[in-house]
């Protein structure tokens, strides 16, 4: 059978990775199937000439075609080849009818659904970053992932081990309100004791990342009426979440060292902190400073929330000060954690630590919104730390984000001496203040053009006009060679702009 053009266009956006080309011809053929593209009774070409003119496997087209037949997308007609399935050939049950478009449909398109939002927080400034980020050459971006550093063998050893029969009969029932007992073990033991902390059983929950440990800690804790402390400039999803759940949030005083354990502290119920690395500014909070919060929390009855997203990427054997929650006796510090900016925020893997009182009323809450995360991945992950892996991970990945950093400050005095640098040991990120007059906007646009990408400052602020003239380098996801030619145009458009 002559291939055609059109089967060449069908398969034109594949990606020559020989592990994935039976899996992506397979995904590309359902999908023609599913919206239409190739219509019931096609027939598809043969595995030979479709391997020639792809230039690939015959086994490899005949492992696709299995597969489809075996979901009942393709049917095998003897002497005849393969052909998209029919009504005919498929199962009743199989073959859902679709509705087609009515008068009530159409209505419903036409409803006013801004009318009916009891929030409105796509109106909220956010955090945007370029979806297309990887296909830019410099991105100096915060807390993206970088495909170099990923141990993408040792993931898949994990992911292979997490995968047999027996595993999966452990990890595929519903778990209900439970977590991995493998990857909460591994935390407990491995994880946990690295920032000074001993969980007892029963005082870790698993979440979808960190926001994911925000979120439901506010919902926990703040009400309508509920004072709550953040910090400004700080997390704007996280100052987002307090503002919908209550009338009295408050901008917390900060200094270079961090939240100041005021007046204004002692009256707030509940106070987010990122004391490791504050966020944006990657201030350290000097061990000093950690004990008068934790003092003035006891004495006032305030809850710290600990949002320590970035702690365990630090070089082996640098002196890291202790956490809040590992300082903590009156048992006031809730603590969360994840493994997006260690591992990759993709895996969606994070976790809060607390008294049990507390993890028992965030696992009604979890079962109520999604009942556990994903339990596959988790096994994958404990057995990935279980191996020894993510300890091998973390030599390797701090070793090259410091030389990363070291580069950085050695080439911004020369290269923007107008600017103001801050970068605190063990952050992945610069805080630069721009000379005065400069609007990190409009240089966020002209770098983008020119394949720079960074992050403004002024979505970190409570008034955005207070961070104008301030952005972001993060070198997570840049390319170690990549970064003096990229500061390079940095650094002529911010010479312009003066």
Same mark, same amino acid.
């Given at each position: 059978?002559?291939?055609?053009?059109?089967?060449?266009?069908?398969?034109?956006?594949?990606?020559?990775?020989?592990?994935?080309?039976?899996?992506?011809?397979?995904?590309?053929?359902?999908?023609?199937?599913?919206?239409?593209?190739?219509?019931?009774?096609?027939?598809?070409?043969?595995?030979?000439?479709?391997?020639?003119?792809?230039?690939?496997?015959?086994?490899?087209?005949?492992?696709?075609?299995?597969?489809?037949?075996?979901?009942?997308?393709?049917?095998?007609?003897?002497?005849?080849?393969?052909?998209?399935?029919?009504?005919?050939?498929?199962?009743?049950?199989?073959?859902?009818?679709?509705?087609?478009?009515?008068?009530?449909?159409?209505?419903?398109?036409?409803?006013?659904?801004?009318?009916?939002?009891?929030?409105?927080?796509?109106?909220?400034?956010?955090?945007?970053?370029?979806?297309?980020?990887?296909?830019?050459?410099?991105?100096?971006?915060?807390?993206?992932?970088?495909?170099?550093?990923?141990?993408?063998?040792?993931?898949?050893?994990?992911?292979?081990?997490?995968?047999?029969?027996?595993?999966?009969?452990?990890?595929?029932?519903?778990?209900?309100?439970?977590?991995? =007992?493998?990857?909460?073990?591994?935390?407990?033991?491995?994880?946990?004791?690295?920032?000074?902390?001993?969980?007892?059983?029963?005082?870790?929950?698993?979440?979808?990342?960190?926001?994911?440990?925000?979120?439901?800690?506010?919902?926990?804790?703040?009400?309508?009426?509920?004072?709550?402390?953040?910090?400004? =400039?700080?997390?704007?999803?996280?100052?987002?979440?307090?503002?919908?759940?209550?009338?009295?949030?408050?901008?917390?005083?900060?200094?270079?060292?961090?939240?100041?354990?005021?007046?204004?502290?002692?009256?707030?119920?509940?106070?987010?902190?990122?004391?490791?690395?504050?966020?944006?500014?990657?201030?350290?909070?000097?061990?000093?400073?950690?004990?008068?919060?934790?003092?003035?929390?006891?004495?006032?009855?305030?809850?710290?929330?600990?949002?320590?997203?970035?702690?365990?990427?630090?070089?082996?054997?640098?002196?890291?000060?202790?956490?809040?929650?590992?300082?903590?006796?009156?048992?006031?510090?809730?603590?969360?954690?994840?493994?997006?900016?260690?591992?990759?925020?993709?895996?969606?893997?994070?976790?809060?630590?607390?008294?049990?009182?507390?993890?028992?009323?965030?696992?009604?809450?979890?079962?109520?919104?999604?009942?556990?995360?994903?339990?596959?991945?988790?096994?994958?992950?404990?057995?990935?730390?279980?191996?020894?892996?993510?300890?091998?991970?973390?030599?390797?990945?701090?070793?090259?984000?410091?030389?990363?950093?070291?580069?950085?400050?050695?080439?911004?005095?020369?290269?923007?001496?107008?600017?103001?640098?801050?970068?605190?040991?063990?952050?992945?990120?610069?805080?630069?203040?721009?000379?005065?007059?400069?609007?990190?906007?409009?240089?966020?646009?002209?770098?983008?053009?020119?394949?720079?990408?960074?992050? =403004?400052?002024?979505?970190?602020?409570?008034? =955005?006009?207070?961070?104008?003239?301030?952005?972001?380098?993060?070198?997570?996801?840049?390319?170690?060679?990549?970064?003096?030619?990229?500061?390079?145009?940095?650094?002529?458009?911010?010479?312009?702009?003066?």
């Amino acid at each position: 059978m002559q291939i055609d053009s059109a089967w060449r266009l069908l398969f034109g956006g594949m990606e020559r990775d020989p592990q994935g080309l039976s899996l992506q011809i397979r995904g590309i053929i359902a999908q023609a199937i599913e919206t239409g593209v190739l219509a019931p009774d096609t027939r598809m070409p043969s595995s030979r000439g479709l391997a020639e003119a792809l230039g690939i496997s015959r086994n490899t087209v005949n492992a696709a075609y299995q597969g489809l037949i075996d979901d009942g997308f393709l049917v095998a007609r003897e002497r005849s080849g393969c052909f998209v399935a029919t009504a005919e050939d498929k199962p009743a049950a199989s073959s859902p009818a679709v509705p087609a478009a009515t008068a009530a449909t159409t209505a419903a398109a036409a409803t006013d659904w801004s009318a009916r939002f009891a929030i409105r927080p796509s109106r909220l400034p956010q955090i945007t970053k370029p979806r297309d980020w990887m296909d830019h050459p410099y991105p100096f971006l915060f807390g993206q992932f970088d495909p170099s550093l990923f141990p993408t063998n040792q993931w898949r050893e994990s992911v292979k081990a997490a995968s047999s029969v027996q595993e999966i009969t452990r990890w595929a029932r519903d778990m209900i309100d439970d977590d991995d =007992p493998d990857l909460l073990e591994q935390l407990r033991l491995k994880v946990l004791p690295r920032r000074g902390i001993f969980a007892a059983p029963g005082e870790v929950i698993i979440t979808i990342g960190s926001q994911h440990a925000l979120s439901m800690l506010v919902q926990l804790l703040v009400g309508r009426d509920t004072p709550v402390g953040v910090e400004n =400039p700080g997390y704007p999803d996280l100052r987002h979440m307090v503002g919908l759940a209550t009338g009295d949030m408050r901008a917390l005083t900060c200094d270079r060292h961090g939240v100041v354990p005021d007046a204004l502290f002692a009256g707030r119920r509940v106070a987010f902190v990122t004391v490791g690395h504050q966020c944006p500014t990657t201030a350290v909070m000097p061990i000093g400073r950690r004990r008068e919060l934790l003092d003035a929390a006891a004495r006032h009855g305030v809850v710290l929330v600990e949002d320590d997203y970035e702690s365990d990427l630090s070089v082996e054997g640098e002196a890291d000060l202790p956490c809040l929650k590992s300082l903590d006796k009156a048992g006031c510090v809730i603590y969360t954690g994840s493994f997006s900016k260690i591992l990759a925020p993709g895996l969606r893997i994070g976790y809060v630590v607390a008294p049990r009182p507390v993890i028992d009323e965030l696992r009604v809450l979890r079962r109520l919104m999604l009942r556990h995360p994903p339990t596959n991945n988790q096994r994958s992950l404990a057995t990935f730390i279980l191996l020894g892996h993510y300890r091998q991970h973390l030599r390797r990945t701090a070793a090259v984000l410091e030389e990363r950093a070291a580069r950085i400050a050695d080439l911004l005095p020369e290269l923007m001496p107008s600017c103001r640098a801050r970068r605190d040991f063990g952050a992945k990120s610069f805080w630069i203040e721009g000379p005065p007059g400069l609007d990190s906007r409009d240089l966020v646009r002209a770098a983008r053009a020119q394949g720079v990408l960074i992050e =403004p400052g002024d979505v970190f602020f409570i008034d =955005p006009a207070e961070g104008r003239r301030f952005f972001r380098l993060g070198f997570t996801s840049i390319a170690t060679h990549r970064i003096e030619p990229g500061l390079r145009r940095l650094a002529g458009l911010l010479s312009g702009a003066r």
